[in-house]
């Protein structure tokens, strides 16, 4: 992988985040993958000439919970559709008193866990390990906090995602051993989304909207989903204008990811490759096709 990238910037995110001022040449392509089929159609749009990809996580509609997510399938659907650089915007419950509702949080860490869902690209013949020990791009973290402070937003630079598996909301013991962990903010979609964005070498940055705070808070003992819907409408449009914002931060044409996301699977897989699954290799085509070839 040598030369400059032409970044192109893919937005997960609610199915209103995409509905921004100045998208131009909007539409929606279908994407189909060997994983399944993803949450939703693409839409493919410019924004301040940078190319964009929008996937809404749960369909229009919000039609599909945590867990039945093709977390796969998105993931593959976005390098298919040629993105270098992921954002993922995620509405989350706050597990501390000084990140209340409204306030966006870019994450740095995460806790899985999920248990209900395919974890890997990589299995039964060909298997790969990839390091996520730092799971989140620091260009795209930095990128995302200038824009944010630009605009004025109220957010923190780090903190750890807490990812359960839903789709209930915590039990108070729950939310106060994540409180214990350390954990800033506790969600439900954002694993495996991240170790996946990892394995197809996509340089991904979670930058989470605090909905609620989690049932710990003695002012909010029961999380309504009235009141989660409330303030996600609100924080849509901050998002809407955050991704406005990043937009062209991050696409201008750019030599390598300093951090290594996307070469995470230079020396990933262990399998010989005489003992490699042809079926297993040829639905890996978009992921890992550049250390496959």
């Not at 985040?17 to 993803?38: C, F, M, N, Q």
């Not at 394995?199 to 309504?224: G, N, R, S």
Request: proline share 6%; net charge negative.
């Amino acid at each position: 992988m040598t030369g400059q990238i032409t970044p192109v910037i893919g937005i997960i995110g609610g199915s209103g985040i995409y509905d921004i001022d100045g998208l131009r040449d909007k539409a929606w392509h279908h994407v189909s993958t060997p994983w399944g089929e993803p949450s939703d159609a693409l839409l493919e749009g410019t924004l301040d000439d940078v190319r964009c990809v929008f996937l809404p996580r749960h369909g229009r509609g919000h039609r599909l919970s945590p867990s039945h997510l093709n977390y796969r399938a998105n993931i593959d659907a976005l390098k298919r559709a040629g993105c270098t650089d992921v954002l993922s915007l995620s509405a989350v419950g706050s597990l501390k008193a000084e990140l209340p509702p409204g306030h966006f949080v870019i994450v740095d860490q995460f806790i899985d866990r999920s248990f209900a869902r395919e974890k890997s690209f990589f299995g039964d013949g060909c298997v790969a390990h990839v390091s996520v020990a730092h799971p989140v791009c620091p260009r795209i973290g930095d990128a995302a906090e200038q824009a944010a402070r630009g605009l004025g937003l109220p957010v923190t630079r780090g903190g750890t995602y807490l990812v359960m598996e839903g789709p209930q909301f915590s039990t108070k013991a729950e939310s106060e051993l994540y409180r214990a962990w350390g954990c800033s903010v506790i969600g439900m979609t954002n694993m495996p989304e991240a170790k996946l964005a990892r394995e197809a070498e996509l340089c991904y940055a979670t930058v989470a909207m605090v909905t609620d705070f989690d049932c710990w808070h003695p002012d909010h003992d029961a999380v309504t989903v009235e009141a989660v819907v409330r303030v996600m409408t609100e924080n849509a449009e901050r998002a809407r204008a955050l991704v406005k914002a990043v937009v062209p931060l991050l696409g201008a044409p750019r030599e390598l990811c300093p951090a290594g996301c996307d070469r995470a699977l230079e020396y990933a897989i262990i399998t010989a490759p005489e003992q490699r699954n042809p079926e297993l290799m040829s639905k890996l085509d978009a992921v890992a096709g550049r250390v496959l070839a």
